[in-house]
């Protein structure tokens, strides 16, 4: 047996204002965007139904986005110079700028570079010279 659907109470109500309802108590087919996704489909601009609305952990308040799937269209296939634009971008991410290698994986951020080269332990012959 689920639980009653009712609006959270410290949430405004009234005409103009979106219905709120408490984690998990949304009614049934209203979905996030990320399980629009799932389905393959996108909110294609329609308006927002309803909003979950939860107490964080941290102590703020959380919120998600609710839409009608009726409303929703599928989700637009990649075209291959989009694919090809998206491959770039992820390939320069792996680009460490000082030895010029790809790293494999994603250069964190806190570096800026591979991780041998923020730790000092790249050979010194395999760096480029600075320009």
Known sequence: MSRPRHPVPDCPTGPGVLPTYRWRQAPDGLLTRRQLRARGLRPN????????QWRSRFGGTGLALLYRPELA???????????????AAN??????????????????????????CADGTE?????RPPS
């Open 45 to 52: 601009g329609q308006d927002v139904a309803a909003q979950i």
């Open 73 to 87: 269209s599928p989700v637009r296939e990649m075209t291959p110079r989009r694919r090809a634009a998206l491959a």
């Open 91 to 116: 390939r320069a991410r792996r680009m460490c700028p000082d030895c010029g290698r790809d790293a494999g994986y994603v250069l964190p951020v806190r570096y800026g570079t591979c991780i041998p």
């Open 123 to 127: 050979l010194t012959q395999n760096r």
